[in-house]
């Protein structure tokens, strides 16, 4: 058995400040992994759960989406994974007694840490309206009071459905199918905080919103770019990945604000140089770029790229591919060939050097990728800037062919998987006419609410019951306090959850917490699927005893409520898709494209490959109907005079809004969060230095945002730039303060101005 939940909360009396790590992983990965695995698992548990994990008859990991390959490794899981499913597969529990125990109030003043290792949910609670505490109530009950809810409603469009990214794809099919049953297009999903830039700026520019290599395809790669990620902390099997890349004579160039220990070096804790040895170093060039200046470099990368095709016609740029298989080229030279050489410097902190040191690289190869996360989606031009990452590849034809293409690294372990299925607040038409033709019903076709518009839709009173098919919508969210107060306005919420999070303690008047059973536990004889972030499907199948006998899945919440609902259902089978899970994916073969004989296909060990027109047939299935070069201006960020960029990031002791600990080792601390990475230099100008305690202020056109009793740390950050962690730092971040095109919140640059915290002052 492990170790009982804490009684007490965190404090942040014991932060200790070391010297940043200089590589990743090696024996202290796997100690810190199992010694977390031991705490919530016990010896015997652990061996028997991480023994499975991404195993092809195991079940997927429910952290991060990157794919597993065809030849796998006994242990098949890194560092976060195993954290991941050690929180998911604990032995602690929180029952009813602990909610009799703790009102509401009492746990909205909780840490997200202190909640989450209170254990699993056992059992379906319910908080009356004017009630400060969550009771035990049956699932029928539970399901009744969310179809009341949700008849009294004046319109569908009043109710909002939430989805994060560790839902199946079955759960997943049927719960869009619910909703829009129902009669709205209102599915918010995590994706809309994350990587919805990636998908509007791919769908644009190469006719799919998704990434266009294979892992093989990172293998046999000459040059990877890594920009804007921290694969270490977020996505640690990535790092194996680049290192074979580096055995098979691949370049690596980091791109990143800060200097990353996973970017520096790997050791590998599978093989023997890892444990005993230097490990491999990754990074080959790091160009420690400022915040926001991602646009400039790749059009200067481009730029360099036609003046080398002046020198050497013919010789630089790929004529029969731009000929044959883009469109828009001319407009977009021009504008190319006008970029300002002082706004490239300023806008990125690099001298031109480093820039054509950078371009030698690209000239060497023929087959480059460009990998990226967060650190280019959450921009107000983070589109267009993915925009012009594909314009620098399609220069040379570095898409569509083998070891190149575009990939957006994505985080949680199916999102990808869920927006395939449905999980979109704004469906194509075909789509719809798709779920028409199989069900005989016809689907709302107006658009619905992404994230940012939902907590709008909550704040004004426009939206009445918010349901979260998983997650913790409150602390993914930005603004906190704004998106707190709007959802307390709820008439009701519904979580579907594993664990305790801050989103069932800032509810609306009336809660339910539905509990489920997690990606590690049976679900009777059936099985789930998941797709990976490179576009594979494959099955998932938990092995453990449910952690209590009241757990149901996600699929059967989904169907018990439609039954609910909508009662006896001329159009959809609810009763049988509950108990047939094979029942739910043909009907996905016949509505989803690319998912033909989906049963059969997923019982093959591995599983199966989405079809991707731009990879495997270099077919672009865009308005012009090839890839698209897009003129994209640079517009230089400028910070008022005394402030600072600020980017919101994660601990290593975390994934996403789940706190596993409070260290983050590979940045030098322990025993805290409310941290604050900046330049010495910076410091030194505001009459600061490290170990002084600041408060952080925001500044926009509706009012100042203030996070106060930050440590500040003396980092090597780009210049001008700093970076705190999220939650913590969500309140800074303006609701209306997002990404053009993707209205992805900007947790990546935001302008803040730090000054001395004074305990107890204003």
Request: aromatic share 6%.
């Amino acid at each position: 058995m492990g170790r009982k939940a804490p009684r007490e909360d965190v404090t942040e009396n014991g932060l200790e400040v070391h010297p940043p790590k200089e590589w990743a992983a090696g024996v202290p990965a796997v100690a810190h992994s199992l010694l977390m695995s031991y705490a919530q698992m016990g010896a015997g548990r652990t061996l028997l759960t991480l023994a499975r994990v991404n195993q092809k008859n195991g079940f997927d990991c429910p952290g991060c989406a990157w794919p597993e390959g065809d030849h796998r490794s006994p242990a098949e899981f890194c560092e976060n994974g195993a954290k991941a499913v050690a929180e998911e597969a604990t032995t602690r529990k929180v029952t009813r007694e602990f909610f009799a125990e703790h009102t509401v109030d009492a746990l909205a003043g909780r840490t997200d840490y202190w909640l989450g290792q209170q254990g699993r949910l056992t059992e379906p609670m319910h908080k009356p309206a004017g009630s400060d505490h969550y009771v035990p109530v049956g699932w029928d009950e539970a399901f009744a009071i969310v179809a009341r809810e949700l008849r009294a409603l004046d319109s569908p469009d009043e109710a909002l459905f939430y989805t994060s990214g560790r839902t199946s794809n079955e759960a997943a099919f049927v719960y869009q199918l619910l909703v829009r049953r129902f009669g709205t297009n209102n599915l918010p999903d995590c994706s809309n905080m994350c990587h919805e830039s990636s998908g509007s700026a791919l769908n644009q520019t190469l006719g799919i919103g998704k990434g266009t290599v294979s892992l093989e395809d990172l293998h046999r790669a000459d040059l990877v770019f890594v920009v804007g990620q921290n694969p270490g902390t977020n996505h640690p099997r990535m790092l194996a990945a680049l290192e074979k890349a580096k055995q098979n004579g691949a370049r690596v160039v980091a791109v990143n604000p800060l200097p990353e220990a996973g970017l520096l070096r790997f050791k590998n804790p599978q093989r023997s140089s890892g444990v005993v040895g230097r490990g491999t170093a990754l990074a080959d060039r790091f160009l420690q770029i400022r915040l926001n200046g991602d646009m400039a470099l790749f059009k200067a990368l481009s730029r360099l790229l036609l003046e080398a095709e002046d020198r050497a016609p013919g010789s630089v740029i790929d004529r029969e591919f731009v000929e044959t298989h883009t469109h828009g080229f001319d407009a977009w030279e021009k504008d190319v060939r006008d970029l300002d050489w002082a706004e490239v410097e300023e806008a990125t902190g690099l001298d031109r050097a480093a820039i054509e040191a950078t371009v030698e690289d690209v000239l060497g190869a023929r087959s480059v990728i460009v990998c990226w996360a967060m650190g280019l989606t959450q921009h107000k031009n983070s589109v267009a800037t993915i925009r012009e990452v594909v314009n620098f590849l399609l220069l040379r034809g570095n898409v569509g062919r083998p070891g190149a293409g575009v990939c957006p690294v994505r985080g949680h372990s199916n999102v990808q998987g869920d927006r395939t299925m449905g999980i979109y607040e704004k469906p194509s038409e075909s789509f719809l006419d798709a779920l028409r033709d199989e069900f005989g019903f016809e689907p709302p076709r107006h658009h619905g609410a992404d994230a940012v518009e939902a907590i709008r839709a909550l704040r004004s009173g426009d939206a009445k019951v918010f349901f979260a098919m998983g997650g913790n919508f409150v602390s993914a969210t930005p603004d906190t306090a704004v998106t707190e107060a709007a959802m307390r306005q709820a008439r009701l919420t519904v979580q579907v959850s594993t664990k305790l999070n801050r989103s069932h303690a800032v509810c609306g008047r009336e809660a339910l917490i539905l509990p489920t059973l997690g990606r590690t536990e049976r679900d009777g004889d059936r099985f789930v699927t998941v797709e990976d972030s490179m576009g594979l499907v494959h099955a998932s199948r938990g092995r453990l005893r449910p952690a209590s006998p009241e757990l149901i899945s996600e699929v059967e919440i989904v169907c018990r409520l439609a039954r609910e609902l909508f009662g006896a259902d001329p159009h959809v089978p609810w009763e049988e898709f509950e108990g047939d899970y094979d029942a739910i994916r043909d009907r996905v073969a016949r509505v989803v494209p690319g998912f033909d004989d989906f049963n059969a296909r997923v019982r093959v060990a591995g599983g199966f490959a989405l079809p991707n027109a731009p990879r495997d047939e270099r077919r672009f299935p865009t308005a012009t109907g090839k890839a698209n070069f897009t003129v994209n201006a640079l517009e230089v960020l400028r910070v008022p005079p005394g402030r600072l960029l600020l980017q919101t990031v994660r601990s290593h002791d975390q994934y996403n809004t789940t706190i596993y600990g409070m260290n983050d080792r590979y940045r030098g601390v322990s025993n805290g969060r409310r941290v604050i990475f900046v330049h010495p230099d910076d410091l030194a100008e505001r009459g600061l230095a490290d170990g002084d305690m600041v408060d952080l202020t925001s500044e926009w056109p509706d009012g100042e945002r203030r996070a106060e009793a930050f440590r500040v740390i003396a980092y090597s950050t780009a210049r001008g730039c700093c970076a705190a962690y999220f939650p913590e730092t969500n309140v800074l971040v303006p609701l209306d303060s997002v990404a053009e095109t993707s209205n992805t919140p900007t947790s990546k640059s935001v302008v803040v101005r730090l000054s001395r915290h004074t305990p107890g002052g204003d």
